[in-house]
C-alpha cells in the first residue's frame, strides 16, 4: 500500500476542497507570525548570549577573588613563619643575654644592668604574637581594619 502525500486531495482525512485555489494552498501560517517567530528566536538566542557572558563575567570575578585570597594566605603564611623565626632568634639573644648578666656577680651590676634583667625576664615570658590574623587584616588594605593596635 502506498502513502499519499499528506497535502494530496487523496490523503487520509483530507478535505473535499480542491488545491488548485492558491488561497487554500497557501501556508497556514500567517505571514505576521513568520517574522514573530523569527523575532521570538533571535530574541532567545539574544539572551543564551548574554546569559553565557554574564556568567563567564562572574566566573572571571570568582576566579580573581579565589587567587587574590589564596596569595593573601600565602603571603601571611611566609609572613608568619618569617616572624615566627624572628621572634624565636630574638628569645634566643634574650635568653643568651640573660644567662650572661645572671652568671655575673649581683655586687657588679650597674643600675642599668639590673633594669635590663628585669626587662630581659619581662619578655621571656611573652607569648608569641598571632602575625597570621595581624598579617591578614593589614595585607593589601584590608577593608574591615583601618589600623592595627
Not at 501556508?27 to 556568567?55: C, F, N, Q, W, Y
Not at 562572574?58 to 611566609?78: A, G, P, Q, S
Request: charged letters at 25%.
Amino acid at each position: 500500500m502506498e502513502l499519499a502525500p499528506l497535502n494530496s486531495p487523496n490523503a487520509p482525512n483530507a478535505p473535499n476542497v480542491s488545491t488548485k485555489d492558491p488561497e487554500l494552498s497557501a501556508p497556514t501560517v500567517p505571514p505576521g507570525d513568520h517574522e514573530l517567530r523569527k523575532l521570538k528566536v533571535a530574541i532567545g538566542v539574544l539572551l543564551l548570549v548574554l546569559t553565557l557572558s554574564v556568567m563567564s563575567v562572574l566566573h572571571t570575578f570568582w576566579k580573581i577573588e579565589d587567587d587574590y585570597l589564596h596569595e593573601r594566605h600565602e603571603y601571611c603564611r611566609m609572613a608568619n613563619q618569617s616572624f615566627t623565626f624572628t621572634f624565636r632568634y630574638q628569645q634566643g639573644w634574650y635568653r643568651k643575654e640573660l644567662f650572661q648578666l645572671q652568671q655575673a656577680p649581683k655586687e657588679s651590676l650597674s643600675p642599668e644592668k639590673k633594669e635590663r634583667v628585669k626587662s630581659l625576664k619581662g619578655k621571656m615570658n611573652m607569648t608569641m604574637p598571632d602575625y597570621y590574623a595581624e598579617c591578614v587584616k593589614v595585607y593589601r588594605g584590608w577593608p574591615h581594619v583601618d589600623k592595627v593596635e
